[in-house]
């Protein structure tokens, strides 16, 4: 009997349960024994959480297809336990997963549904083979985030991407407890909101021909506001971009009376920053961009909106009769002082709105509009000269929250590394930074594949500096948390992509010969080279000096066996010059 016990208790032991939760918690502590989560579990809350319980019991039932039974009493096992929590640390939420109970106090809804993605979290990876039983392991939580503001910008202008793609990127984010959707929508190369009282911005302004073929897509009110409503049952909340003054080529394209010279332009079809500009000397385009804003606002209830501010040449300002005599009529020093003009000028509208603005740092050019917030990108100094002068500041440096950005320069490390609260700012400074995002450029991402390969797995790590981290950070461990969601992120079907540069190669000269070494960028990576399209691959041994002069390098990295990254492909030609100066 005692052998039969002790083999059933072994069994259970098998699996070893797993907390891999990202963003990892504040304070964790883990129990031994498993909950275990079924059609029999019941669910039971003070009555001021009714909301809370429903939203939770309708998640279940969606995402693991287990009804709880809403009970009138509090059972003694196999039961879920809502409880207020007065904590007033931001999102904050208590869980307490035992072998029989299951407790969630939360001092707000946002708490309980964070509670309730990391329960998802456990569920997803400690059931990989599903059976009635979900197991859920014993632990303890106390977690709440350290930024407010943790977002991610997606610039649907450049490459478009559908409503269904908007939705998933949503229902990822919110998995890993980001909670801010800056959606870029108005660009050089299309314009993609439908505007009631401005037509032909999306029945012109939406649409570029690239080599003889018409690309381009909009968003109707409706499917915006769908995905508003989609995203707030996510508590995510949407800032719209847009921009102004610059990157507004498309809607000049569509009425040219918005330009300096009032010509006709086309829409940008190819990538960079263009001289055509919203003019800042003439009324006209002050009651465009006022009427724009207007319906923006009908369609977004968040309290800020981003209007750009970013790279706008002042090439257009500095020949236009209409913005001298703006500069002159007011006072103005230049050409910066006009586009500050122009920034606080709508700031001053979209007050009057019940409204603010982010802008991206050149706002702070020519003077900062009050109670802006600026988006600091060109590194951090933006966002530091922002809090010292008193204005809220998010911070997206290219150095580290740039998604675009290939894997060479930003890997999984580097966004890991990231620190939203730069060093020189004093303590009230530093409460001024509200959060990062990390920003999602799409001139070179096509489609909703090559956007899941850029963003994923980087996302998670901006998750949790935004959602955990202090200043010291455990990247292994991050990483090791980070194997467990690749078969999670498979079902969701994202195309993940890689964590580092697989291989470099180092050459050095030696006598009439290349010494050749090839650097894995990851330990537990393994290298395959062959030279040529002739033969086969070989295993390349860590360290190992490969001699040859002349010929095409390949080199295939794997990762458990499967492939990672694509083939890296180096010719070499030896010759006298080769190294020497
Ligand atoms: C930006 O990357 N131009 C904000
Ligand atoms: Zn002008």
Same mark, same amino acid.
């Given at each position: 009997?005692?052998?039969?016990?002790?083999?059933?208790?072994?069994?259970s032991?098998?699996?070893?349960?797993i907390?891999?939760i990202?963003?990892?918690?504040?304070e964790?502590?883990k129990?031994?024994?498993?909950?275990?989560?079924n059609?029999?579990t019941?669910?039971?809350?003070d009555?001021?959480?009714?909301k809370?319980?429903k939203q939770?019991?309708?998640?279940?039932?969606?995402?693991?297809?287990?009804s709880?039974?809403? &009970?009138? #009493?509090?059972? !003694? $096992?196999?039961?879920?336990i809502?409880?207020?929590? +007065?904590n007033?640390k931001n999102?904050y939420? =208590?869980?307490?997963?035992?072998?029989?109970?299951?407790?969630?106090?939360?001092?707000?809804?946002?708490?309980?549904?964070?509670?309730?993605?990391?329960i998802?979290?456990?569920?997803d990876?400690?059931?990989?083979?599903?059976?009635?039983?979900?197991?859920?392991?014993?632990?303890?939580i106390?977690?709440w985030?350290?930024?407010?503001?943790r977002?991610?910008?997606?610039?649907?202008?450049?490459?478009?991407?559908?409503?269904?793609t908007i939705?998933?990127?949503l229902?990822?984010?919110?998995y890993?407890?980001m909670?801010?959707?800056h959606?870029h929508?108005?660009?050089?190369?299309g314009?993609?909101?439908?505007?009631?009282?401005?037509p032909?911005?999306?029945?012109?302004?939406?649409?570029r021909?690239?080599?003889?073929?018409?690309?381009?897509?909009?968003? &109707?009110k #409706?499917?915006m !506001? $769908?995905?508003?409503?989609y995203?707030k049952?996510l +508590?995510?909340?949407?800032?719209?971009?847009i =921009?102004?003054?610059?990157?507004s080529?498309?809607?000049i394209?569509?009425?040219?009376?918005?330009?300096?010279?009032?010509?006709?332009?086309?829409?940008?079809?190819?990538?960079?920053?263009?001289k055509?500009?919203?003019?800042a000397?003439?009324?006209?385009?002050?009651?465009?961009?006022?009427?724009?804003?207007?319906?923006?606002?009908?369609?977004f209830p968040?309290e800020?909106?981003?209007?750009?501010?970013d790279?706008?040449?002042?090439y257009?300002?500095?020949?236009?009769?209409?913005?001298?005599?703006?500069?002159?009529?007011?006072?103005?020093?230049d050409?910066?002082?006009?586009q500050?003009?122009?920034?606080?000028?709508?700031s001053k509208?979209l007050?009057?709105?019940g409204?603010?603005?982010?802008?991206?740092?050149?706002?702070?050019?020519?003077?900062?509009?009050?109670?802006?917030?600026?988006?600091s990108?060109?590194?951090?100094?933006?966002?530091?000269e922002?809090?010292?002068?008193?204005?809220?500041?998010?911070?997206?440096?290219?150095?580290h929250?740039?998604?675009?950005?290939?894997?060479?320069t930003t890997?999984?490390?580097k966004v890991?590394?990231?620190r939203?609260?730069?060093?020189?700012l004093?303590?009230?400074?530093?409460?001024?930074?509200i959060g990062g995002e990390?920003?999602?450029w799409?001139?070179?991402?096509n489609?909703e594949e090559?956007?899941?390969s850029?963003?994923?797995?980087?996302?998670?790590?901006?998750a949790?500096?935004l959602?955990?981290n202090?200043?010291?950070?455990?990247?292994?461990?991050?990483?090791?948390?980070l194997?467990?969601?690749?078969?999670?992120?498979?079902?969701?079907e994202v195309?993940?992509?890689i964590?580092v540069?697989?291989?470099?190669?180092?050459?050095?000269?030696k006598?009439?010969?290349?010494?050749?070494k090839?650097?894995?960028?990851?330990n537990?990576?393994?290298?395959?080279?062959?030279?040529?399209?002739?033969t086969n691959y070989?295993?390349?041994?860590?360290?190992?000096?490969?001699?040859?002069?002349?010929g095409?390098?390949?080199?295939?990295?794997?990762?458990n066996?499967?492939?990672?990254g694509?083939i890296?492909?180096?010719?070499?030609?030896f010759h006298?010059?080769?190294?020497?100066t």
């Amino acid at each position: 009997v005692v052998f039969s016990w002790c083999s059933v208790k072994n069994t259970s032991k098998q699996v070893p349960p797993i907390y891999s939760i990202i963003p990892h918690p504040q304070e964790l502590v883990k129990n031994p024994n498993f909950f275990l989560l079924n059609n029999q579990t019941s669910i039971y809350s003070d009555s001021t959480l009714k909301k809370s319980t429903k939203q939770l019991i309708k998640l279940i039932k969606k995402e693991y297809d287990i009804s709880l039974n809403h &009970s009138t #009493s509090i059972k !003694k $096992e196999n039961c879920i336990i809502l409880a207020n929590s +007065n904590n007033k640390k931001n999102d904050y939420y =208590e869980l307490n997963i035992s072998e029989k109970l299951i407790t969630i106090n939360a001092s707000s809804e946002v708490g309980y549904f964070y509670a309730s993605q990391t329960i998802f979290q456990l569920l997803d990876h400690n059931n990989l083979n599903k059976s009635q039983n979900f197991k859920l392991p014993a632990l303890k939580i106390n977690d709440w985030s350290k930024f407010k503001h943790r977002g991610m910008l997606l610039d649907c202008c450049r490459h478009f991407f559908s409503v269904s793609t908007i939705k998933k990127y949503l229902r990822l984010m919110s998995y890993y407890k980001m909670n801010i959707l800056h959606w870029h929508l108005t660009e050089d190369q299309g314009w993609r909101i439908a505007i009631d009282k401005y037509p032909n911005l999306i029945t012109k302004g939406a649409y570029r021909n690239e080599n003889n073929k018409i690309y381009g897509d909009y968003y &109707s009110k #409706s499917e915006m !506001k $769908e995905v508003v409503e989609y995203a707030k049952s996510l +508590n995510i909340n949407i800032i719209p971009e847009i =921009e102004l003054p610059g990157h507004s080529q498309a809607a000049i394209a569509a009425y040219p009376h918005l330009s300096c010279t009032g010509e006709t332009y086309e829409v940008a079809n190819d990538w960079g920053v263009f001289k055509e500009i919203y003019c800042a000397g003439n009324d006209s385009v002050f009651t465009f961009l006022e009427d724009v804003l207007n319906e923006v606002i009908e369609i977004f209830p968040y309290e800020y909106i981003h209007i750009g501010g970013d790279e706008a040449p002042k090439y257009r300002w500095e020949n236009c009769k209409k913005c001298q005599k703006r500069i002159k009529q007011n006072n103005l020093k230049d050409e910066h002082e006009l586009q500050s003009y122009f920034i606080k000028r709508i700031s001053k509208f979209l007050k009057s709105k019940g409204k603010s603005i982010i802008g991206w740092d050149e706002i702070l050019e020519g003077g900062l509009a009050k109670n802006a917030i600026v988006q600091s990108w060109r590194g951090t100094k933006g966002g530091i000269e922002a809090a010292k002068s008193g204005n809220k500041a998010i911070m997206s440096p290219t150095s580290h929250a740039y998604f675009d950005y290939s894997i060479k320069t930003t890997d999984l490390e580097k966004v890991y590394s990231f620190r939203p609260i730069p060093n020189e700012l004093n303590k009230n400074e530093r409460k001024l930074i509200i959060g990062g995002e990390c920003n999602v450029w799409t001139e070179h991402i096509n489609n909703e594949e090559e956007l899941d390969s850029k963003v994923f797995p980087r996302l998670l790590a901006m998750a949790e500096v935004l959602w955990t981290n202090e200043n010291e950070s455990d990247f292994e461990g991050f990483k090791k948390r980070l194997q467990n969601h690749y078969p999670i992120l498979k079902i969701k079907e994202v195309d993940y992509g890689i964590e580092v540069l697989p291989c470099k190669i180092d050459v050095e000269r030696k006598n009439e010969k290349l010494n050749i070494k090839l650097i894995k960028g990851s330990n537990e990576l393994e290298l395959k080279y062959k030279w040529g399209n002739t033969t086969n691959y070989i295993k390349y041994s860590e360290d190992s000096v490969i001699e040859n002069n002349s010929g095409e390098l390949f080199v295939q990295t794997f990762k458990n066996g499967n492939k990672y990254g694509d083939i890296i492909s180096q010719p070499f030609k030896f010759h006298k010059a080769v190294a020497k100066t």
